[in-house]
């Protein structure tokens, strides 16, 4: 019977992990988490969660969200606006 060259890769990641595949620090994960600002997590017994996916998917929302990397939300792309001639 063949025996497998590696073991098989995780589809979940702990909150300690998830940090360190984001870069960040778990204090500031755990931050996110309480007050639901970071990627979507979930409970599974009494460990918190995160899906591989679900945070690609953040990362990709948060660049599309930030101006710095999406030109089409770049103040200096947009034509001025003119003024409105209300009265004072």
């Not at 590696?6 to 360190?20: H, Y």
């Not at 988490?33 to 899906?51: A, E, N, T």
Request: net charge positive; aromatic share 8%; proline share 10%.
């Amino acid at each position: 019977m063949p025996q497998p060259s590696s073991a098989p890769e995780a589809a979940f990641l702990n909150l300690a992990k998830a940090a360190e595949y984001l870069g960040i620090s778990p204090n500031t994960l755990y931050v996110w988490r309480h007050r639901r600002q970071g990627p979507p997590s979930f409970r599974m017994g009494r460990r918190v969660m995160y899906r591989i996916t679900a945070l690609d998917a953040w990362v990709c929302a948060q660049e599309i969200a930030d101006s710095r990397s999406n030109p089409a939300l770049n103040p200096k792309a947009q034509k001025p606006q003119r003024r409105s001639m209300a009265s004072k």
